[in-house]
């Protein structure tokens, strides 16, 4: 089985920095896109950022210029570095990846971790 976990989540005030990690552990043959997503109050999940397996990313627009994807492939694991946080960007933020164990891709996705942004 795979499993993703998330760190880096906390409470920071507005104009600050958090830097989210996810690593995927288990059987692992191969990893195509990996991302974040995030859910915050009342609101639907939504993409932030995703990252495939040659580093080509996408962000969504309220995230661009603020937020960097990245991944290691060696450790299996994706970064998300936010810099001038939002109100607006509180959320609990999950992860995502393409994992494929044996013959085929699956999704699997994080237990998502928390970002407060408030004063």
């Known amino acids: 089985q795979v499993q993703l976990v998330e760190s880096g989540g906390g409470l920071v005030q507005p104009g600050g920095s958090l830097r989210l990690s996810c690593a995927a552990a288990?059987?692992?043959?191969?990893?195509?896109?990996m991302g974040w997503y995030r859910q915050g109050p009342g609101r639907q999940r939504e993409l932030v950022a995703t990252?495939?397996?040659?580093?080509?990313?996408n962000y969504a627009d309220s995230v661009k210029d603020r937020f960097t994807i990245s991944r290691d492939n060696a450790k299996n694991t994706v970064y998300l570095q936010m810099n001038s946080l939002k109100p607006e960007d509180t959320a609990v933020y999950y992860c995502?990846?393409?994992?494929?164990?044996?013959?085929?891709?699956?999704?699997?996705w994080g237990q998502g971790t928390q970002v407060t942004v408030s004063e």
């Open positions: 990252i495939s397996s040659v580093g080509t990313t």
């Open positions: 288990g059987i692992i043959r191969s990893i195509n896109d």
């Open positions: 995502n990846a393409e994992i494929k164990q044996w013959r085929f891709f699956n999704t699997y």
